[in-house]
């Protein structure tokens, strides 16, 4: 039964066990409750309180007049706007953390990237000749906040995008003008008596979303690189089996590592690790789940123990002291579970109080201060651990692959270039590139899809970059791994992954890290040989498992970016054909990008081949054949992963991150 839920072994272990023994988690939920007809097909509006209104027939209209394709087109848009904001507020809290940094006045947080501080300082405008780091620091800082709350103009890091695609945006009239003005737009022009054209307001949204991922996730993404570092490849582990017997667990969840980086230092003192051992444990353990596990993981390693569905099955192992949260993605449902156990649950953002838990409210003015106190509550819960059921489930990964390192990695470390990508494209060794990335729902079986379409289009010579609960799915399966190429990827992408040592799927970080897909996309396309414009590229977006608003944002930043982007599930618009259409053909039409919703893998997948032979044919490029490539390789590495399973992994993964590092 379990196994019917998830493709994930420990989580249907734990499933198994919640079930036996009546624990209540979102998999027996989803199982109770059925989704509500008429707002999953985005039939009903409650906009006011005339309504809610719920529009089934063909004609019907609300009390007010609205169409169908107005309600539809006004749900999505919202969705857009709170996924958006989601993004931004934590860009914006970055920001702010930068700005305290630069000030002296957040003492435990550095410039850890400075290079990258610089460039950010030339895209915003700052400058940089004779002054000091902090200086340019607070410079930088105060700019990206002035991004948040500008009223007019062009947001600054669209000059990121290729020339043909800033175009794109003008004449589409969907050029962002400020982060926070696109979200205050879209639920002003949503508010009862407004927009009422689905057209116009389907653009709006886009505009939105373009805010969000050339915006506040792009800001967000980059000054969190400049305070804890620009990724570099790395070998990690990843499920449950990294929870420990012997050593308090503790473990980060949710999305901002200004948190997470702090409890990573509490852990490893050494006064803190001798104070675990005198509650009897033999030190103190650190994982976690959703992106602040993926921000830790990318930068510093530290084990993911599972995506957004293992949330609650992590506590069902008896084996965690504390679980501390931060923002977004935090089920309620974990309060009332950890009365079940002896799990401590801290919340720690005054945006994300939970009834029930312990706050422990974060301030980053004393943040390691606060991460001891946590760390401190967690090992004096050590003692009460009783009964514990850990899976031993434990999957390797290389994660680590900022854009910037991809550049390095594909075009050699003495001098980084997108060119052999591009290269690669155009001879057909690759077929095209994909980015998969997104959720989990409990509607669909837990990681079955993420696994499913990264398996198919690895198999058919597409480049995968994942984010995400997405690629801690595909980490799982073992999917991120140098041996997947040989096991899975098709006969170019394996050679390419033989000859730069990366895996065919490459983990580039948390939801707000799709910033860097843009990037990459954006330098593939400036670096000439694909057209002239991200729509020009044979590439693909996919959500295989969606389910936040947070994801419908990033989906349409990507179509506005001139993607095309899949869902793999029904319509949230399904109930209006004529939106359907508007964000599929019209879209493409006007801005190069479409979104679609596909429930069917099979096709979902085809349906993307289709599109980036298409996209292969208009550069004029070679057909892809899959039995042109192949035959060269290296054997040496094949022989030696060959005869030395687990041992040769860890040399291989050795050679990479050592090739990375120097
Ligand atoms: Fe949340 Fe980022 Fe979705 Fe996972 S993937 S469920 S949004 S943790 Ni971004």
């Avoid at 934590?90 to 400075?114: F, K, N």
């Avoid at 050494?270 to 444990?281: Q, R």
Wanted: glycine fraction near 10%; hydrophobic fraction near 40%; charged fraction near 25%.
């Amino acid at each position: 039964m379990a196994n019917e839920k998830t493709i994930d072994p420990a989580v249907a272990e734990m499933l198994e066990i919640a079930e036996a023994e009546g624990i209540s988690t979102a998999f027996s939920r989803a199982a109770k409750m059925k989704p509500c007809p008429i707002g999953h097909k985005g039939a009903c509006c409650k906009n006011c309180s005339m309504g809610p209104c719920r529009l089934t027939k063909e004609g019907q209209r609300g009390i007010c007049g609205a169409t169908i394709e107005t309600v539809a087109a006004r749900n999505l848009i919202r969705m857009i706007a709170g996924g958006a904001s989601a993004h931004s507020d934590h860009g914006r809290d970055m920001a702010l953390t930068l700005l305290a940094a630069a000030e002296g006045e957040a003492p435990d947080y550095q410039i850890r990237d400075v290079q990258k501080l610089l460039e950010v300082a030339q895209l915003l405008g700052v400058k940089t000749e004779s002054r000091e780091t902090m200086e340019i620091a607070k410079e930088v800082a105060e700019a990206a906040l002035g991004e948040f709350g500008r009223q007019q103009g062009e947001i600054l890091y669209l000059r990121r995008a290729p020339n043909k695609r800033q175009e794109i945006w003008r004449k589409a009239g969907i050029i962002p003008r400020g982060i926070d003005r696109e979200v205050v737009d879209v639920m002003h022009r949503t508010h009862v008596g407004n927009d009422q054209w689905y057209d116009s307001l389907l653009m709006a949204g886009l505009r939105t979303a373009l805010a969000d991922g050339w915006g506040g996730s792009m800001l967000s993404t980059d000054i969190t690189d400049i305070l804890f570092g620009s990724p570099v490849p790395l070998t990690a582990n990843v499920n449950m089996g990294m929870l420990s017997e012997d050593e308090v667990n503790i473990v980060i969840h949710g999305h901002e590592p200004v948190l997470s980086e702090m409890i990573l230092v509490a852990v490893n003192d050494p006064e803190m690790i001798e104070y675990a051992k005198s509650k009897g444990a033999k030190g103190i353990r650190l994982t976690g789940i959703c992106c602040t596990a993926n921000e830790t993981l990318m930068r510093q390693g530290v084990p993911t123990i599972g995506n957004f569905l293992s949330q609650e099955l992590a506590i069902v192992t008896g084996a965690i002291e504390l679980m501390v949260v931060d923002i977004q993605c935090i089920m309620q449902a974990l309060a009332p579970l950890c009365d079940q156990f002896h799990t401590i649950l801290v919340t720690t953002s005054p945006k994300a109080h939970i009834e029930g838990a312990t706050h422990v409210e974060f301030d980053e003015h004393r943040a390691l201060e606060i991460a001891k106190k946590i760390v401190k509550m967690g090992i004096d819960n050590f003692p009460n651990r009783k009964e514990t059921h850990i899976p031993k489930e434990i999957n390797h990964l290389v994660a680590g692959f900022s854009h910037e390192y991809i550049n390095y990695a594909l075009g050699g470390f003495y001098r980084g270039s997108f060119r052999p990508l591009n290269d690669a494209v155009i001879q057909g060794r690759l077929r095209g590139v994909a980015g998969v990335v997104g959720c989990n729902n409990a509607r669909t079986r837990h990681d079955y899809s993420h696994e499913y379409i990264t398996r198919e289009l690895i198999k058919n010579d597409v480049l995968v970059v994942m984010t995400g609960c997405g690629a801690i799915a595909c980490a799982k399966c073992g999917l991120l791994s140098p041996q997947a190429a040989l096991e899975y990827a098709g006969p170019g992408l394996r050679e390419i992954c033989e000859t730069t040592g990366i895996p065919p799927v490459l983990h580039m970080g948390s939801c707000v890290d799709n910033s860097r897909i843009l990037t990459v996309l954006s330098q593939m396309a400036t670096e000439g040989g694909l057209g002239e414009d991200i729509a020009d590229i044979p590439g693909v977006g996919f959500a295989p498992e969606w389910m936040s608003e947070k994801a419908i944002s990033i989906g349409c930043y990507f179509v506005g970016s001139g993607v095309y982007t899949i869902f793999c599930s029904e319509s949230p618009v399904a109930n209006s054909p004529i939106v359907n259409r508007f964000i599929s053909e019209e879209w493409e039409d006007r801005i190069g990008g479409k979104l679609e919703f596909i429930p069917d893998l099979k096709e979902a997948v085809q349906k993307a081949l289709e599109h980036i032979d298409k996209k292969r044919a208009a550069l004029g490029l070679v057909e892809y054949d899959p039995g042109r490539y192949g035959q060269s390789g290296d054997s040496l590495l094949l022989k030696l992963l060959e005869e030395q399973g687990e041992e040769a992994f860890n040399v291989y993964s050795a050679k990479i991150v050592g090739s990375a590092k120097s």
